[in-house]
């Protein structure tokens, strides 16, 4: 439930708070007032596209906040669902505080909930789980096809039906469109093949091996320096073992060493460390002269060796170069390579699986598109039903109210009932709602028979039997007055009280019968200020109720608040009695 309003510097609005309460909200005011200026910051916070010009001239920023009261908790929860997804939880008083601010300029607009920034299409998202507004516009949405069906499916409460057919049917729109490019997909998939052969042959044989071209950097940088590093081990083995003609060699030297320590170990035990150490190196020492030797025999200059070595690496940079930059790259792609290969060689039976899911689906669809189908007539004849008895309090007692079917062959369309029907993701139902005004003459489309005030009452039949489905706490009815003359003012105001006792309802009306039995009346009026015009918006008090609603009739005379004065107390009477018999 919408608790308050905040606008500021929104159209012709410079400043206002509005506390809202339960049950029937009434706004009125003189035409031209700004009143819609109301309903339409409250649309704001539903996400609705709005421009800079929606900024009042003079203001750099426009700002509208709604404090809205938690709804109890539904089975299938839309609104603490959207809130989870964000990571948004209500306030500790169990309030939820959207806010949405116009800059100019910049035609930026910045959304949040809870304080907590977040996009556009996610404010809109939790503010239409909150708010239903039922605009001027829908007399003319009701004239099209495809809204009649939307609205027979809120009424039949197949929308959740509606959406699982919706999903089944991209599925297989997709498996069909995938089928219909087969035959392109052929010859591209033939060169893709092709190609893809070429590459894992190149790339197989050369088998490249992981961590090859660093072993073989270094055998070809042994190879380009074998007579340098054969020097280099003869000369370590000579200074160890050989010695030249100006030393000699280091093992002897060692050798020697270690003997005399032997002997000083012998007579003191102090120098035994020393013996081992001394021998432990002449060991070490030997060992590698002979390590030398080996190494040094081993060497050779091998020119052939060297030239394939470089032509190896020449073919694995070509390889890195064309299939990704290392060795792992290579393979990775080889492995890819062959995946895809796989994949275009069993085309076929990919194709075949196409076919297979094609046709699961287009059994599915029609088995789904046929169970939304009888749900929908069902509710159509308790529709019927329903807005023939709305037509009825309104004065429209022989009219006669239908919802026609209608269906399309075709050859590529899914099985119901023995026919191949066409369809879409709304399913295979054409519906229209048709209209007899008058006893005795045939259903038509509504927009062929009915008169502007025949529509609006249709209209608000068709409101006021939604709304009792309606899971959204706040609905808010912008004019819906429209086209109904006074003779039916208390009856539409009855039917919106009785909504009220579901639902909060906000009301612009120009009508004092519905104005009357307002528990909450809102005044909108504009001014002139300072050479600038402006609306404003107050709660009145009950006093100046009767002396708006007097307004409403036509005078400010005494009999016109007298006239006031009886509107509420029978509007209070039949709400007191109506709430006793509920």
Same mark, same amino acid.
């Given at each position: 439930m919408l608790l308050e309003l905040t606008v500021?510097?929104?159209?012709?609005l410079e400043q206002a708070t509005l506390r809202w309460?339960?049950? &029937? /909200?009434?706004? #009125?005011? +003189?035409?031209?007032?700004?009143?819609?200026?109301l309903i339409d910051a409250i649309g704001a916070l539903l996400g609705s596209r709005l421009g800079p010009d929606w900024i009042r001239g003079g203001a750099e920023r426009a700002y509208i906040e709604?404090?809205?009261? =938690?709804?109890?908790?539904?089975? $299938? $929860?839309?609104?603490?669902?959207?809130?989870?997804?964000?990571?948004?939880p209500p306030e500790e008083d169990g309030t939820l505080i959207l806010s949405r601010e116009l800059v100019r300029g910049s035609g930026r607009s910045l959304c949040r909930v809870n304080g907590r920034a977040v996009l556009l299409g996610a404010l809109g998202e939790i503010g239409r789980c909150l708010v239903d507004i039922h605009g001027q516009s829908e007399h003319l949405s009701l004239l099209r096809v495809r809204e009649q069906l939307a609205l027979?499916?809120?009424?039949?409460? #197949? #929308? %959740?039906?509606?959406?699982?057919?919706?999903?089944?049917?991209?599925?297989l729109d997709a498996v069909r469109a995938a089928l219909r490019r087969r035959d392109e997909d052929q010859r591209r998939l033939a060169r893709e093949a092709s190609l893809l052969r070429h590459e894992i042959a190149e790339i197989e044989a050369a088998a490249p091996q992981p961590g090859e071209v660093e072993d073989l950097l270094a055998q070809r940088h042994r190879l380009r320096n074998a007579e340098r590093l054969r020097t280099l081990a003869l000369g370590a083995y000579a200074a160890l073992q050989g010695g030249d003609g100006d030393s000699g060699a280091a093992l002897d030297a060692l050798g020697a060493a270690a003997t005399a320590v032997a002997e000083l170990a012998a007579l003191d035990r102090r120098v035994s460390a020393l013996r081992e150490a001394l021998d432990a190196a002449l060991a070490s020492a030997e060992e590698c002269a002979r390590d030398l030797r080996r190494y040094a025999e081993a060497i050779e200059s091998d020119p052939a060796a060297l030239q394939a070595i470089e032509e190896r690496l020449h073919t694995l940079r070509e390889l890195h170069r064309k299939y990704g930059g290392s060795t792992e790259a290579v393979l990775a792609y080889l492995a890819e390579a062959r995946a895809k290969l796989?994949? *275009?060689?069993?085309?076929?039976?990919?194709?075949? +699986?196409?076919? !297979?899911?094609?046709?699961? *689906?287009?059994?599915?669809?029609?088995?789904?598109?046929? !169970?939304?189908?009888?749900?929908?007539?069902?509710?159509?004849? !308790?529709?019927?039903?329903?807005? +023939?008895? %709305?037509?009825?309090?309104?004065? =429209?007692?022989?009219a006669r109210f239908r919802v026609q079917f209608s269906h399309a062959?075709?050859?590529?369309?899914?099985?119901?009932?023995?026919?191949?029907?066409a369809y879409d993701q709304s399913g295979v139902d054409r519906v229209e709602f048709l209209l007899a005004a008058n006893a005795g003459e045939e259903p038509k489309p509504l927009a062929r028979v009915a008169s502007g005030g025949e529509l609006a009452r249709i209209l608000l039949a068709l409101k006021t039997i939604l709304a009792e489905v309606d899971v959204r706490p706040t609905l808010i009815f912008d004019e819906v007055d429209v086209g109904v003359g006074g003779r039916l003012g208390h009856v539409l105001a009855q039917k919106l009280a009785t909504l009220a006792r579901r639902h909060?309802? &906000?009301?612009? #009306?120009? &009508?004092?019968?519905?104005?009357?039995?307002?528990?909450?009346?809102?005044?909108?009026?504009?001014? %002139?200020r300072a050479g600038r015009t402006e609306t404003m918006a107050r709660v009145l008090s009950a006093a100046e109720r009767v002396e708006e609603i007097a307004a409403m009739l036509g005078g400010t005379s005494e009999t016109a608040r007298r /006239?006031?004065? +009886?509107? &509420?107390?029978?509007?209070?009477a039949w709400k007191r009695q109506a709430a006793g018999a509920a």
């Open positions: 500021r510097n929104f159209a012709l309460a339960p049950g &029937l /909200n009434v706004l #009125t005011g +003189e035409t031209g007032a700004g009143k819609s200026i709604g404090v809205f009261a =938690m709804p109890a908790a539904a089975p $299938d $929860d839309a609104l603490r669902a959207a809130l989870a997804a964000l990571d948004i027979l499916d809120r009424y039949a409460g #197949t #929308t %959740e039906l509606r959406a699982e057919l919706a999903t089944r049917v991209a599925e796989d994949q *275009l060689e069993h085309h076929e039976e990919h194709v075949a +699986e196409l076919e !297979a899911r094609e046709a699961a *689906l287009v059994e599915e669809v029609g088995a789904r598109a046929a !169970a939304l189908s009888e749900r929908r007539q069902a509710a159509a004849r !308790a529709l019927a039903v329903a807005v +023939e008895r %709305e037509l009825a309090d309104l004065r =429209m007692a022989g062959e075709s050859e590529r369309g899914v099985p119901v009932g023995g026919r191949r029907l909060q309802i &906000l009301c612009v #009306t120009h &009508l004092p019968q519905l104005a009357a039995f307002g528990d909450h009346h809102v005044l909108v009026s504009k001014h %002139e /006239n006031a004065s +009886e509107l &509420l107390a029978r509007a209070a």
